[in-house]
């Protein structure tokens, strides 16, 4: 489920791509994965599409709220501090597709000219996509395409020329439009800072004033900031996190359960980390154990068995070839 491998310098996430070689992620997500149906504060240098299957859940985008629902998607900008929720805890399934911009770095000119002031702070930080628009329904339907194609042999070629149609559209569309305040710029900036300490120090015994100094503010700044971005306090953020890490130890590793606790920095006990593990979770931490370890041996797992899918029902690459004017019989044989 976890996208993430490691995290850069600055604390974005350095993304586990489907192949490590085509900087690609695409997946089925389930927003019950996360302690208290809220997805970990994250930014990367992708651009990020996801598309409601069923549910509903509200993005937090540089800190504004923007309710999704079944049917809609949201497109959020290269390194924009985002993430999502429901308020009442109730499960969303959701497309979540991540695209690497060096993928749309044709040569130095487009870069500059195009991508690089696109994914700046003064482009757009996030598009919210309805079908009622003609540019943003064909945006949700390549959201869709996308998760088809995935497996598919044509697959990174057919992500390719989809990739670069859904970024005219979004250019010529939006880039005139920034969605962030300026003054906000200073204090997306401070609250990275302190995310990157928490990243980096959560195993540790970590205390607000430790998490405010790292951004050269006041407690109450910091309190502060993590409300308007986040809508948590530092600290219920910070056992948050550690909750979610303790998802992969339960289910890739044999340590106990009181060794895990204590590795995820809940130094005072175990108890309180089952405690806080069945409260966000809605079941103990080692009935989830149980429960994910006999679903990984009783079950394909999620992308071999959307390959299987793929084989059985294969996507038509002159579905995706006539969106630009060609087929793939076409581009094959070198025929405009």
């Known amino acids: 489920m976890n996208n993430y491998s490691y995290y850069n310098y600055d604390a974005s996430e350095h993304i586990k791509y489907d192949n490590p070689e085509f900087p690609v992620s695409i997946k089925e997500q389930r927003l019950s994965y996360y302690p208290d149906f809220v997805t970990t504060a994250e930014w990367h240098y992708d651009m990020e599409f996801d598309y409601i299957l ?34 009442e805890h109730q499960e969303c399934e959701y497309i979540r597709i991540l695209l690497n911009p060096s993928l749309l770095s044709a040569n130095p000119m487009f870069e500059m000219k195009y991508l690089k002031p696109f994914t700046s702070v003064y482009g757009c930080s996030y598009v919210l996509l309805t079908d009622g628009v003609s540019w943003q329904a064909e945006i949700l339907n390549t959201i869709k395409k996308l998760l088809e194609t995935k497996g598919d042999r044509w697959s990174d070629f057919a992500i390719q020329i989809l990739y670069m149609r859904v970024f005219e559209l979004l250019y010529f ?3 005139s439009h920034p969605t962030t305040a300026p003054d906000a710029f200073v204090d997306v900036y401070a609250l990275k800072n302190m995310l990157l300490y928490i990243v980096e120090h959560y195993p540790e015994k970590v205390a607000l004033d430790e998490i405010a100094a790292s951004a050269g503010c006041k407690k109450s700044k910091c309190t502060q900031l993590f409300k308007d971005f986040l809508g948590t306090a530092p600290i219920n953020y910070l056992s948050k996190y550690r909750l979610s890490k303790a998802l992969s130890l339960l289910t890739e590793t044999d340590r106990t359960i009181v060794r895990i606790s204590y590795d995820l920095g ?11 593990f ?5 079941m103990s931490a080692a ?13 394909v797992a999620p992308d071999t068995a959307l390959e299987l899918l793929t084989e059985e029902n294969p996507v038509n690459m002159d579905d995706i070839f006539e969106d630009v004017g060609g087929s793939a019989e076409a581009s094959q044989s070198g025929i405009s």
Request: charged letters at 20%; a positive charge.
């Open 266 to 276: 809940f130094s005072s006990g175990s108890s309180y980390f089952c405690e806080s």
């Open 287 to 299: 009935e989830y154990r149980r429960i994910a370890r006999a679903r990984m041996k009783d079950t």
């Open 278 to 282: 069945k409260k966000a979770f809605g």
């Open 173 to 175: 569309n939006t880039s």
């Open 54 to 87: 069923s549910g509903n859940m509200t993005f937090v985008v540089e800190g504004v709220q923007v309710p999704v629902y079944e049917g809609q998607g949201i497109f959020i900008n290269s390194h924009r501090v985002n993430h999502a929720y429901n308020a």
